[in-house]
């Protein structure tokens, strides 16, 4: 079986994404507090990855929910490149999931 774009996203960025939303915590947690929630939902998607292996996680509530909380992944003023990429990365694979 191949790897789906999603499971390649996941495979490529977890890792950095794991890092760096819980480096815009302590870099933004301040002046963005959303950088939590952030935080917060990544972890919950990290652990139904992890939960259904090669499987399809359910993720469509936890997406709504960053999308909710980012404004549809908008890039706040006055920012890291660390927290724009954050965004970057959570945008792709939102839409790689929607692609499966």
């Known amino acids: 079986m191949s790897e789906t774009l999603f499971q390649a996203q996941v495979k490529n960025n977890f890792e950095t994404l794991d890092l760096y939303t819980t480096a815009i915590t302590r870099a933004h947690g301040k002046s963005h507090p959303e950088a939590f929630d952030v935080r917060e939902i990544f972890e919950a998607i990290q652990e139904k990855v992890e939960s259904v292996g090669e499987s399809k996680p ?43």
């Open 58 to 100: 359910d993720l469509c509530e936890e997406f709504a929910q960053l999308q909710k909380v980012t404004d549809y992944y908008k890039i706040p003023n006055n920012v890291c490149p660390t927290y724009e990429s954050t965004y970057e990365m959570l945008k792709e694979l939102n839409q790689a999931y929607d692609a499966q």
